[in-house]
């Protein structure tokens, strides 16, 4: 899967947010915020997170680390 992380990619739809790839639309997160850190997650581990798991990885980042993930 190719995925696209522009700016431009995130949106807001009814008070949920969406992430725009390739292959179509991931979501719906939460806020931005969850939506940033989906695309982190699966940078690193090359799958999309379920919500648990996302959870998880945006409890385990500091401020810090989540910019420079």
């Known amino acids: 899967m190719t995925l696209t992380a522009r700016p431009d ?6 008070g949920k947010w969406f992430l725009r790839t390739h292959d179509g639309i991931m ?5 931005r ?3 940033e850190m989906a695309v982190r997650y699966f940078r690193r581990y090359l799958k999309w997170p379920n919500v648990a798991q996302l959870h998880q990885f945006m409890d385990a ?3 810090a ?3 420079a993930m």
Request: charged share 35%; hydrophobic share 20%.
């Open 61 to 63: 980042a500091t401020p």
């Open 65 to 67: 680390t989540r910019r």
């Open 9 to 14: 990619s995130y949106f807001s739809e009814r």
């Open 27 to 31: 979501g719906p997160f939460h806020d």
């Open 33 to 35: 915020d969850e939506a």
